[in-house]
């Protein structure tokens, strides 16, 4: 299993993800937020398909579903959501990423 707390930001509406490999393809998902566009994205994935997840940037089902769900568009849920099944997938190494606001 490989789970992920993301940090969404100014809302303060933290989540948690949860991905489980059912089989070499396929993956279980759980989202835990108090956010509700954000619990109602991860309702769309109970499972998902590697094929339908892990598409070139912008095409992915995750992408396509929060298009029409979230109302804000630099929500980083989808991309953590993103990162945890290509982790559980070993498609990649699971590290940490962070965007930090750099004053000058």
């Not at 789970?3 to 490999?21: D, L, Q």
């Not at 109602?40 to 994935?45: N, R, V």
């Not at 109302?71 to 959501?81: D, I, K, N, Q, R």
Request: glycine content about 6%.
């Amino acid at each position: 299993m490989t789970k992920v707390k993301i940090n969404p930001g100014v809302c303060g509406m933290e989540c948690t993800v949860e991905v489980s490999k059912i089989d070499r393809m396929n993956f279980n998902v759980k989202v835990e937020s108090k956010c509700q566009m954000v619990t109602k994205l991860g309702e769309q994935f109970k499972t998902i398909n590697m094929r339908d997840a892990l598409k070139k940037y912008g095409q992915s089902v995750v992408f396509e579903q929060a298009s029409q769900i979230l109302a804000h568009g630099t929500c980083p849920v989808p991309t953590g959501l993103l990162k945890a099944i290509e982790a559980e997938a070993r498609m990649a190494l699971p590290r940490d990423v962070s965007i930090t606001f750099i004053k000058e």
